[in-house]
């Protein structure tokens, strides 16, 4: 019974008209041999296009997404998508350029990588560039890889610590112990900045290198990092900058100004490039002068008006990615820069710390505050107050689903206890920014007189609340597996 209501396959649908043969017909048995030749018909799916069109619109409402409403998921930026970065990537030239093309073939995909790339050196303030990384954390373990190489390469090989704040997101020290490194961890102070007589104590010529988030996961700016910097560089370290909320800092102040020599920047954030779901995302890496050397390969240089691709550098640490990295991914994000231009970078930077600190003022009083100071583009609050009533943050994230809200990141930064890590981002409207508020301080309203609400919350949304520890234990994505 439940087979028949989920499955919509019926024999002799058809939703699909083949375009007429453009080729001369050939006998299949000539060309291939035998035992790769299917001996009965595939069984896929039979459905009218009606249906099919059904299927999947039903599907896109059954998830949230960014089209959908508003997304305040703390340090993921998870701004709107402009559907022109869609057209730009579509374009029959850059779709059916095969990446084994010849440099001859490909010069306007090579184009838009080396200008793509000059973007972010400027962005960025650094001297150097790769493209490859695939995702934020890829670029993290390619930065490590460079920090290792450049170590190794001056023979100083006793350098086998990383230090990485106690507010870092996990991909930090994940990468960093994949890189083969051990990891220390840095205090925060009460100011949600780094301490630094931790930092002090903790310098010393075991240390390959300071991984630090900035603005740090707590929406926070680290005032001293001209200090934390002349530290770890003092010592014989280099300093890694997660890039991953540079939506803060666009055109108001660079990593390269800072003295980083590593930096990764998210396209799928900053540069509005689809994220979510495990799809394809972009952290190209840029580095100052002493990481040069150690870029991955091949690099696109440009002479003249000609674009070229070098391979053979030899202390490389190689390739990360095949071919050039998510290709697709950077058509998009150069369009979000070239559409909005210099001055556009810095007026998204300052609308989406007005945003943030706007927002922050409307819900302050009613939730408990780690630091009561203003934010960047993003800030934390704590559940503890609902807590004691007997709401979670947990329970309040899932009230805001029956509001018709995304949750923002709960539970991380985990130095703080019940947070809550919102970002609005630059692309929401004032009514926006108001109706979240008004959902946020109702819950908090209905956690003194109805708990019994949140805390069976949500109740309009498709499915209930799920196992999620279950869920991502065992994995079972297939509906077939689960009907027999
Ligand atoms: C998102 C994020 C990362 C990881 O980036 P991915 O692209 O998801 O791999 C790292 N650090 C911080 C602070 C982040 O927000």
């Not at 490909?106 to 972010?120: D, H, I, R, T, V």
């Not at 800072?258 to 799928?268: G, K, S």
């Not at 870029?295 to 440009?302: A, E, F, H, N, S």
């Amino acid at each position: 019974m439940e087979k028949l209501l989920f499955e919509k396959s019926c024999s002799g649908r058809k939703g699909y008209t083949m375009p007429e043969l453009d080729v001369a017909q050939i006998s299949i048995g000539s060309q291939i041999p035998d035992k790769f030749i299917r001996k009965s018909t595939a069984a896929l799916p039979e459905i009218s296009e009606n249906e099919i069109a059904r299927h999947f619109i039903r599907l896109s409402q059954l998830n949230y997404n960014i089209d959908k409403g508003f997304y305040p998921l703390g340090s993921c930026t998870m701004k709107y998508n402009p559907k022109v970065n869609e057209k730009t990537s579509a374009m029959s030239g850059f779709t059916n350029l095969h990446p084994r093309s010849d440099v001859d073939a490909s010069q306007g995909a090579l184009k838009l990588m080396f200008e793509l790339g000059e973007s972010l050196k400027e962005i960025s303030g650094m001297k150097g560039v790769s493209l490859q990384p695939a995702a934020g954390s890829h670029g993290e373990f390619t930065g490590i890889l460079m920090f290792r190489a450049y170590h190794l390469d001056r023979g100083d090989v006793k350098r086998k610590n990383i230090l990485i704040p106690d507010s870092a997101h996990g991909t930090n020290p994940s990468s960093a112990a994949i890189g083969g490194f051990e990891i220390i961890s840095v205090k925060s102070n009460d100011r949600g900045r780094i301490d630094i007589e931790d930092l002090k104590s903790k310098c010393n010529d075991e240390v390959a290198g300071f991984m630090v988030t900035n603005p740090s996961t707590l929406g926070m700016f680290e005032y001293d990092i001209c200090e934390i910097e002349k530290l770890v560089h003092s010592c014989g370290g280099l300093m890694y900058m997660d890039g991953a909320n540079l939506n803060a800092l666009l055109g108001i102040v660079r990593p390269g100004d800072m003295n980083f020599d590593c930096v990764h920047i998210n396209l799928h954030k900053t540069f509005s490039t689809p994220h979510g779901g495990g799809g394809p995302g972009a952290g190209p890496v840029c580095v100052s002068e002493r990481l040069l050397p150690y870029l991955p390969v091949p690099q696109i240089v440009k002479s003249g008006d000609q674009y070229d691709l070098i391979v053979d550098n030899p202390k490389s640490i190689g390739k990360v990615h095949s071919f050039y990295g998510n290709f697709g991914v950077l058509v998009r994000a150069y369009t979000y820069i070239r559409m909005n231009g210099a001055d556009g970078m810095r007026a998204i930077s300052e609308n989406a710390i007005l945003n943030a600190n706007y927002l922050l003022s409307l819900i302050k009083d009613k939730f408990e505050l780690p630091y009561n100071e203003r934010c960047m583009h993003e800030f934390v609050i704590s559940g503890d107050r609902q807590k004691a009533l007997g709401v979670s943050t947990k329970d309040i994230a899932k009230r805001l689903l029956d509001y018709g809200y995304h949750a923002p990141t709960i539970y991380f930064p985990l130095i703080v206890h019940e947070s809550m890590l919102i970002e609005p981002t630059e692309t929401e409207t004032l009514e926006a920014l108001n109706e979240f508020a008004d959902a946020m301080l109702k819950i908090a309203a209905e956690a003194e007189t109805e708990p019994d609400t949140v805390r069976n919350a949500p109740t309009t949304t498709y499915v209930r609340r799920l196992d999620d520890a279950l869920a991502a234990r065992k994995l079972n994505v297939s509906w077939f597996s689960q009907l027999d």
